[in-house]
């Protein structure tokens, strides 16, 4: 099944629809507080990376709240949800360490460009399935916001020098576990 026949059969369902909602909120949390522990564990205090920290926020409670529309219930979520940025987290920490010593904001910006890359691959294809629909839910704001993430960290991962292989590999360990996520739909 293809990433948007999934899309279709998950947003003609209402429970599964809302379901998908909270597990995208809860990743959108996850995100959130991964860029709090990296904000005090290396005192990131830039402009852009608060402004990245309150657009985490924000989404997770959008998507909740859109969440809440669909279905009044709480799912369970899985442990790979709980765990998706963790996992990539650590792949990408030890792939930096294999390469010398770790850059404070190094693993941030692998972190959020991967993670970002995968949000404009994901979201527009989920907001065209919804347009499709009429559906009265929308993630445009979370489309633009995470667009400007990601040109954000294009410039800070050139300025890093980073081997484009540790990009890479992230990438495809990040689609492996997207793979695992999405099938849970």
């Known amino acids: 099944m293809t990433f948007e026949q999934r899309l279709d059969r998950i947003t003609s369902d209402r429970q599964l629809h809302g379901r998908f909602l909270q597990h995208l909120s809860a990743l959108e949390k996850s995100g959130h507080q991964k860029l709090l522990r990296l904000k005090h564990r290396w005192d990131l205090t830039d402009e852009d990376f ?12 959008h998507l909740k709240k859109m969440a809440h529309s669909l279905v009044e219930d709480r799912d369970n979520l899985g442990p790979l949800t709980k765990n998706y940025l963790t996992k990539l987290e ?7 360490r294999l390469n010398g010593p770790v850059h404070s904001e190094a693993c941030y910006v692998l972190l959020t460009h991967v993670i970002e890359t995968r949000a404009q691959k994901l979201y527009p294809l989920y907001e065209a399935n ?3 629909k009429h559906s009265n839910v929308s993630v445009q704001n979370i489309i633009d916001d995470e667009g400007e993430h990601l040109a954000l960290m294009r410039v800070k991962l050139t300025s890093l020098g980073l081997s484009p292989s540790i990009l890479a590999d ?16």
Do not use: P
Request: aromatic content about 14%.
């Open 90 to 96: 650590v792949f990408i920490l030890r792939a930096l």
């Open 130 to 132: 919804l347009a499709q």
């Open 50 to 61: 608060l402004g990245h920290l309150v657009d985490e926020a924000r989404h997770s409670a």
């Open 170 to 185: 992230a990438e495809v360990f990040e689609e492996e576990l997207f793979q695992i996520f999405i099938a849970q739909f």
